[in-house]
C-alpha cells in the first residue's frame, strides 16, 4: 500500500514541478511568496525604460557569457499521507549558447523520489537548453506585460519592481513579480505562480527565485517552491546553488549601463508598461 501511494504521489509531484521550472531556471537573467511590506517611493524611470534596459543588458550578459561551473543541492520534502525526503548534488557546466550538462556527486533519501522526480528535473533542463527553448520563457515583451510597482531603495542600490504578467495561458510562464536592480538592470529576484496550473490535483503552486552577482553576471543563488496537491498534502523544492566558477566571459564592463534607446520612447502599443504614478 505504501508503494502504491509512493508511486501516485511521484507522479503528480513530477507533473507539477517540471513546467514551474522551466520557466524558472530558463525564465532568469541569466515557501510560499510573501507579499513585501517594504515602503517604496516613486521610481524614477518609466516601465518602458526599466523593461527595455534589462531586456538589453540580459542579452549582453547572455552573449559575454560563454561557460560557467556551479555546485547545485536539490532538497524535495513531501508532507502529508506519506512523510519523504530527498536530496541530491549535483554538478553543473554551462556551454554558450545555453547548453547545461549535469553529473551527479551524492544522492540520499527516498530512490522513488530521487529517480523520478529530481533526476527528471535535471534531464528536462538538459533538453530544455539544447533544443535552445529560452526565448519562449524568456522574460520579455515578447512573452509577458510589464507594470511598473514601485522603486524599493537598498543604500547607494535600488531595486524596480515590477508587476508581470503572461501574455500567453502557459503552464511554462508565470504571473508576480521581479526586482530589477537599478544600476545594472538585472534580475536580482522573482515570486510568483505558474500562468496555468500544472494539473488538476495541484491547488496551488508559490515559488521565489533569487539571484547573486558573480563577476559580471547574476546567477541563480536559491529557488524554493511549495506546491499543494489535493488529498496527498504539500510538497517543498529547495534548489541551492554554490561554488560558482566562471571558465569562459568577455568583458562586458563598458555595457555596465546600457544607453536609453528609442524603445524607451516609443513603446510596443500592444505591449502593457505602466508606472505607479499613472494610477
Same mark, same amino acid.
Not at 496550473?197 to 491547488?203: F, G, L, R, Y
Not at 511549495?226 to 488529498?231: F, G, K, L, N, P
Given at each position: 500500500m505504501r508503494d502504491s501511494r509512493t508511486l501516485e504521489i511521484g507522479k503528480m509531484i513530477r507533473r507539477n514541478v517540471l513546467g514551474l521550472w522551466i520557466c524558472v531556471l530558463l525564465g532568469g537573467p541569466h515557501v510560499t511568496a510573501a507579499e513585501s511590506n517594504t515602503k517604496t517611493i516613486d521610481p524614477p524611470l518609466t516601465a518602458s525604460q526599466v523593461v527595455s534596459r534589462m531586456v538589453e543588458m540580459n542579452e549582453r550578459r547572455a552573449e559575454a557569457l560563454r561557460g560557467y561551473t556551479s555546485i547545485r543541492t536539490y532538497h524535495l520534502e513531501l508532507h502529508g499521507i506519506l512523510k519523504l525526503h530527498a536530496d541530491m548534488e549535483v554538478k553543473m557546466m554551462y556551454h554558450y549558447p545555453g547548453d547545461k550538462d549535469f553529473t551527479i556527486l551524492s544522492a540520499s533519501g527516498s530512490g522513488y523520489i530521487r529517480d523520478h522526480v529530481l533526476k527528471r528535473l535535471i534531464e528536462v533542463e538538459t533538453e530544455s537548453s539544447h533544443q535552445g527553448e529560452n526565448r519562449q520563457v524568456a522574460i520579455t515583451p515578447e512573452n509577458y506585460d510589464f507594470e511598473l510597482t514601485g522603486h524599493e531603495p537598498d543604500g547607494k542600490d535600488g531595486?524596480?519592481?515590477?508587476?508581470?504578467?503572461?501574455? @500567453?495561458? $502557459?503552464?511554462?510562464?508565470?504571473?508576480?513579480?521581479?526586482?530589477?536592480?537599478?544600476?545594472?538592470?538585472?534580475?536580482?529576484?522573482?515570486?510568483?505562480?505558474?500562468?496555468k496550473?500544472?494539473?488538476?490535483?495541484?491547488?496551488k503552486v508559490n515559488f521565489v527565485a533569487q539571484y547573486r552577482r558573480v563577476g559580471d553576471f547574476w546567477l541563480p543563488a536559491l529557488n524554493k517552491s @511549495?506546491? $499543494?496537491?489535493?488529498?496527498f498534502g504539500r510538497s517543498l523544492l529547495t534548489i541551492q546553488y554554490k561554488d560558482y566558477a566562471l571558465t569562459d566571459s568577455a568583458n562586458i564592463h563598458s555595457a555596465a549601463r546600457a544607453k536609453l534607446s528609442s524603445s524607451d520612447h516609443t513603446p510596443n502599443s500592444n505591449v502593457i508598461l505602466r508606472s505607479s504614478s499613472t494610477k
Open positions: 531595486y524596480y519592481i515590477l508587476k508581470v504578467t503572461p501574455r @500567453v495561458n $502557459s503552464k511554462y510562464l508565470f504571473k508576480g513579480r521581479i526586482w530589477v536592480e537599478d544600476q545594472n538592470f538585472a534580475i536580482v529576484r522573482i515570486e510568483g505562480q505558474p500562468a496550473a500544472p494539473s488538476w490535483w495541484t491547488t @511549495v506546491t $499543494s496537491v489535493r488529498v
